[in-house]
């Protein structure tokens, strides 16, 4: 009882410094505030135990001492909060009684001005080790994922990067490391201070895990933090150094786990175009260099022109060049939400808002800005509502994700106010929008792969003939590459950077809190370490299910409809609670929104009625089958009267995992997809 006394007081403590970032000397005065107290409370348990003891016994004086001396020995936070009590005592206990994985100091040199710079790198092999110590991390990276269908690109194991790495194909427990690299400021980037503490951060984590698992931000492991002009400085070579050490030994020698030899190889290095050019040691200039794409070798003077094909670049190309690439297949996949949202997206619906406003006159500025502002979002659309819309600007002023609401809603903000839906622009806004759904996909088929590469070009060829004054950009042309890509990488959601960028976040709010900028970092490698640490104390993995409201599950209480669908397994199970929300896998899933249980070409939504959860970790839904139609001229989907009968779905089995709200159009009821979702037939 006294350990776990302590391992909890511990945790306390190290919640309050690692998640919730509090300076300290504000811990301290907590750890002594406490102690003193307890004091207090153990003071007069003392007193009302010794007038009791006088009072109801005949034991003499030195007996209750005796007793009281007894008390003293079994307050258990007295016997623990001595081992605590100093800042320097909790720092050596948290690193010496939990998983807490030491950064490493790497000298870099002497900048200019003579002074000592360093880095600070998290072994790759330690934080692994820990990692696989837990054993769901070791259940999830021992177990041969689900074999996807032929032709079926479902995860980053179904394209060819991965296929053809030999390691991969040796052992099921080989780890496959999805680096991420980035800079981010930590002060105000328009203060004084700006770039100053501008830092370079790398993060990892593994292709291993299911899909969920890695998008979440705690999952997400620190190895390296350094100031970017250190970064620039001193080089590539020098910061990148023990790292790069490491992974060979890991893919050489690997690690031993629960008597196994687990190796590790890299998969990918995730990033932004600015940084996997950086990192791959291609051009960062993307608005004069003639050489702009990393995928291939056309020119500037070639962007517009889209029979010219471009010969693709090969490892052996860069060797001739560096000497420095061994791998057969490109090792920097895009990012989506860069290259997509924050430029297709975000510079080419500007044109096409300004056209709609300044020419064809259905709606003003002030209008489309109060209809988004006003529209009522359901469900996870209100998460990322999007940002209004400047009318001088020459780009969407979103983030990723609200420029992606905003392609996605148009029809449903505006659509009514566009008079000539046949007008070339808004089929070409929808044209995007459909682009969008096939490129966002989470799953996606060959079929699909290759008609979105005729959209692709068609789109890319209809911007550029009706707006010949806006050029191209780079990001028009990477485009290009998206499909060959997706064959290489799987599906590109997959590989999507901004939940990586969320985890700059921490050290944001990690410097803000402790203002301090001596070291900076090796203050937040230390902390980013205790919060693992504390992490790695429970349950490394997030819960997959939690379930809200829920009741035991009666069939008698339920209508005929939903008996039948149940059917007879379900119903004479005794462990089933019923619900109407439950988050499943980190997406919220509720009573009247829509999934999608045909594709092709006849689409069927399933709306669902109940959840249902069989010993709190599978999922039924209970769901009406709606027939629906395709509403070409808006890209959305018209739900029809609703079927008698109902269904049960297996939540695994279901065909796509997002759902969709309902909405409304001219009254008619309409569903836009969040992405396109791969056909039954």
Same mark, same amino acid.
Request: with cysteine; aromatic share 10%.
């Given at each position: 009882m *006294?350990? =776990?006394?302590m391992?909890?007081?511990?945790?306390?403590y190290m919640?309050?410094?690692?998640?919730?970032?509090?300076?300290?000397?504000?811990?301290q =005065?907590?750890?002594?505030?406490?102690?003193?107290?307890s004091g207090?409370?153990?003071?007069h348990?003392?007193n009302q135990?010794k007038?009791?003891?006088?009072?109801? $016994?005949k !034991?003499?004086?030195t007996e209750i001492?005796?007793?009281?001396?007894?008390l003293d020995?079994?307050?258990?936070?007295?016997?623990?909060s001595?081992a605590?009590?100093t800042e320097?005592?909790?720092?050596q206990? #948290?690193?010496?009684n939990?998983?807490?994985?030491?950064?490493?100091?790497?000298?870099l040199?002497?900048?200019e001005?003579?002074k000592?710079?360093?880095? /600070?790198y998290?072994?790759?092999k330690?934080?692994l080790?820990?990692?696989?110590?837990?054993?769901a991390?070791?259940e999830?990276c021992s177990?041969?994922?689900?074999e996807?269908?032929p032709?079926i690109?479902?995860?980053v194991?179904d394209?060819?990067?991965?296929?053809s790495?030999?390691?991969?194909?040796?052992s099921?427990?080989?780890l496959?490391?999805i680096?991420?690299?980035?800079?981010?400021e930590?002060?105000?980037?328009?203060?004084s201070?700006?770039?100053k503490h501008?830092?370079?951060?790398?993060y990892f984590?593994?292709?291993n895990?299911d899909p969920?698992?890695?998008?979440?931000v705690d999952n997400?492991q620190?190895?390296?933090?350094?100031?970017?002009?250190?970064?620039?400085?001193f080089g590539?070579? &020098?910061?990148?150094s023990?790292l790069?050490?490491?992974?060979?030994e890991?893919e050489?020698?690997?690690?031993?786990i629960?008597?196994?030899?687990?190796?590790?190889?890299?998969?990918?290095?995730a990033?932004?175009?600015?940084?996997?050019?950086?990192?791959?040691?291609?051009?960062?200039n993307f608005?004069t260099?003639?050489? #702009?794409?990393?995928?291939?070798h +056309?020119?500037r003077d070639?962007?517009?022109? #889209?029979?010219?094909?471009?010969?693709?670049?090969t490892v052996?190309?860069?060797?001739d060049? +560096?000497?420095e690439l061994h791998?057969?297949?490109?090792? =920097?996949?895009?990012c989506?939400?860069?290259d !997509?949202?924050?430029?297709?997206v975000?510079?080419d619906?500007?044109?096409y808002?300004?056209?709609?406003?300044?020419?064809?006159? #259905?709606?003003?500025y002030?209008?489309?800005?109060?209809?988004?502002?006003?529209?009522?979002? /359901?469900?996870s659309?209100?998460?990322?509502?999007?940002?209004?819309?400047?009318?001088?600007g020459?780009?969407?002023?979103?983030?990723?994700?609200e420029n992606?609401?905003?392609?996605r809603?148009?029809?449903?903000?505006?659509?009514?106010?566009?008079?000539d839906?046949?007008?070339?622009v808004?089929q !070409?806004?929808?044209q995007?929008?459909?682009v969008?759904?096939?490129?966002?996909?989470?799953?996606?088929?060959?079929?699909? +792969?290759a008609?979105?590469?005729?959209q692709i070009r068609d789109?890319?060829?209809?911007?550029?003939?009706?707006?010949p004054a806006h &050029?191209? *950009?780079?990001k028009h042309?990477?485009?290009?590459?998206?499909?060959?890509?997706i064959l290489?990488f799987?599906?590109l959601m997959?590989?999507?950077?901004?939940?990586f960028?969320s985890k700059?976040s921490?050290?944001?709010?990690?410097v803000?809190?402790?203002q301090?900028?001596?070291?900076?970092?090796q203050t937040?490698?230390?902390?980013h370490?205790l919060?693992q640490a504390?992490l790695h104390?429970?349950?490394?993995?997030?819960?997959?299910?939690v379930?809200?409201?829920s009741?035991p599950?009666?069939?008698e209480?339920?209508s005929?409809?939903?008996?039948?669908?149940v059917g007879? $397994?379900?119903v004479k199970?005794?462990?089933?609670?019923?619900s109407?929300?439950?988050?499943?896998?980190?997406?919220?899933?509720?009573?009247?929104?829509?999934?999608?249980?045909?594709?092709g070409e006849?689409?069927?939504f399933g709306?669902?009625?109940? +959840?249902l959860?069989k010993?709190e970790?599978?999922v039924?839904?209970i769901?009406?089958?709606?027939?629906?139609?395709?509403?070409?001229?808006?890209?959305l989907?018209?739900?029809?009267e609703?079927? /008698?009968?109902m269904?049960?779905?297996k939540?695994?089995l279901? !065909?796509?995992?997002?759902?969709?709200p309902?909405? *409304?159009l001219f009254?008619?009821r309409?569903?836009s997809l *969040?992405?396109?979702?791969?056909d039954?037939?």
């Amino acid at each position: 009882m *006294k350990s =776990l006394y302590m391992r909890n007081l511990c945790m306390f403590y190290m919640k309050l410094q690692a998640k919730h970032l509090i300076p300290s000397s504000t811990i301290q =005065l907590i750890v002594e505030e406490i102690n003193s107290l307890s004091g207090v409370c153990q003071q007069h348990t003392k007193n009302q135990l010794k007038v009791s003891l006088h009072a109801k $016994t005949k !034991l003499t004086e030195t007996e209750i001492k005796d007793v009281l001396t007894t008390l003293d020995d079994i307050d258990m936070h007295s016997s623990c909060s001595s081992a605590l009590s100093t800042e320097y005592k909790r720092k050596q206990y #948290f690193e010496e009684n939990f998983a807490y994985v030491h950064p490493q100091t790497v000298f870099l040199g002497f900048d200019e001005n003579r002074k000592e710079r360093n880095a /600070q790198y998290i072994p790759i092999k330690d934080t692994l080790t820990a990692l696989l110590k837990d054993p769901a991390v070791w259940e999830e990276c021992s177990t041969t994922g689900n074999e996807s269908a032929p032709r079926i690109f479902n995860d980053v194991c179904d394209g060819s990067v991965f296929k053809s790495n030999p390691l991969f194909s040796e052992s099921r427990l080989t780890l496959k490391v999805i680096l991420y690299q980035d800079a981010f400021e930590v002060v105000n980037p328009m203060g004084s201070a700006k770039k100053k503490h501008k830092m370079l951060g790398v993060y990892f984590t593994l292709a291993n895990f299911d899909p969920f698992h890695r998008s979440t931000v705690d999952n997400m492991q620190l190895l390296l933090l350094c100031r970017e002009a250190d970064f620039k400085h001193f080089g590539h070579e &020098k910061v990148f150094s023990p790292l790069l050490s490491d992974l060979r030994e890991l893919e050489t020698n690997g690690l031993n786990i629960h008597g196994n030899t687990v190796k590790a190889t890299l998969y990918c290095i995730a990033g932004d175009n600015l940084g996997s050019h950086n990192i791959g040691g291609f051009t960062e200039n993307f608005s004069t260099s003639r050489y #702009f794409c990393r995928y291939c070798h +056309i020119t500037r003077d070639k962007l517009d022109d #889209f029979e010219h094909n471009a010969s693709i670049r090969t490892v052996q190309d860069y060797n001739d060049t +560096i000497q420095e690439l061994h791998n057969d297949d490109p090792g =920097l996949p895009p990012c989506i939400g860069h290259d !997509l949202f924050e430029g297709v997206v975000a510079y080419d619906l500007a044109i096409y808002i300004n056209y709609f406003v300044k020419v064809k006159k #259905f709606f003003t500025y002030s209008q489309l800005n109060r209809r988004i502002r006003q529209f009522g979002y /359901q469900g996870s659309d209100g998460n990322s509502t999007p940002s209004e819309v400047s009318e001088k600007g020459v780009k969407l002023g979103g983030q990723a994700a609200e420029n992606w609401s905003l392609l996605r809603l148009l029809p449903l903000i505006i659509g009514d106010r566009i008079t000539d839906t046949e007008n070339p622009v808004w089929q !070409l806004t929808v044209q995007m929008k459909e682009v969008v759904e096939l490129i966002c996909a989470p799953k996606i088929s060959a079929p699909q +792969i290759a008609l979105l590469n005729v959209q692709i070009r068609d789109y890319l060829e209809a911007r550029k003939e009706m707006f010949p004054a806006h &050029k191209l *950009k780079p990001k028009h042309h990477y485009l290009t590459h998206y499909p060959a890509l997706i064959l290489k990488f799987g599906p590109l959601m997959r590989l999507w950077t901004m939940r990586f960028e969320s985890k700059h976040s921490y050290f944001k709010r990690c410097v803000r809190r402790t203002q301090n900028f001596k070291n900076v970092c090796q203050t937040l490698a230390r902390n980013h370490q205790l919060l693992q640490a504390y992490l790695h104390a429970g349950s490394f993995f997030a819960p997959s299910l939690v379930v809200k409201n829920s009741t035991p599950f009666h069939a008698e209480l339920y209508s005929n409809a939903v008996r039948t669908a149940v059917g007879e $397994t379900l119903v004479k199970e005794t462990n089933v609670v019923a619900s109407t929300e439950v988050q499943w896998k980190g997406t919220q899933y509720r009573k009247g929104f829509f999934l999608c249980l045909s594709h092709g070409e006849s689409t069927e939504f399933g709306q669902i009625q109940l +959840i249902l959860v069989k010993e709190e970790k599978h999922v039924y839904f209970i769901v009406t089958p709606h027939n629906v139609s395709y509403l070409a001229e808006f890209g959305l989907y018209e739900v029809k009267e609703a079927r /008698q009968t109902m269904k049960c779905m297996k939540g695994e089995l279901k !065909l796509d995992y997002y759902p969709l709200p309902e909405y *409304k159009l001219f009254g008619t009821r309409v569903i836009s997809l *969040k992405h396109s979702v791969v056909d039954t037939e």
